[in-house]
């Protein structure tokens, strides 16, 4: 008897937050793609003629952003988040090194909830 009332408790909370551990790692990857896209690609691509960098992180952090606005609004809808707060995380793909606080942020916000 006390098996079956520990069942339901036991399947209900999940042993790892998937979701959450995808848009952690897409976040983090999105970021680096982005500093390395603006801080050097684009500078290479301008200043040296060189924009084989742009060509092969572009199209690649472009694909990610989409991978990690896809997760964000899984966050959003599952976590029932604020539409601006929602809006802000989505954008923080655009801006170097702001994506890794919304991570941080969204991470913390879930884990607490």
Known sequence: ????????????????DTT???????AIIVGVGLIVLVLIGVPLKYAANQPIIVKI????????YVVYLLLA????????W???FAVLVAAAGTVPFLSFVAERIVTRRVRER
């Open 1 to 16: 008897m006390s098996e079956q009332r520990l069942r339901p408790a036991a399947a209900a909370v999940p042993a790892r």
């Open 20 to 26: 959450l551990l995808a848009y952690r790692t897409v």
């Open 57 to 64: 992180v572009g199209p690649l952090h472009g694909f990610l």
């Open 73 to 80: 609004l899984q966050l959003w809808l599952r976590e029932k």
């Open 82 to 84: 604020n539409p601006v």
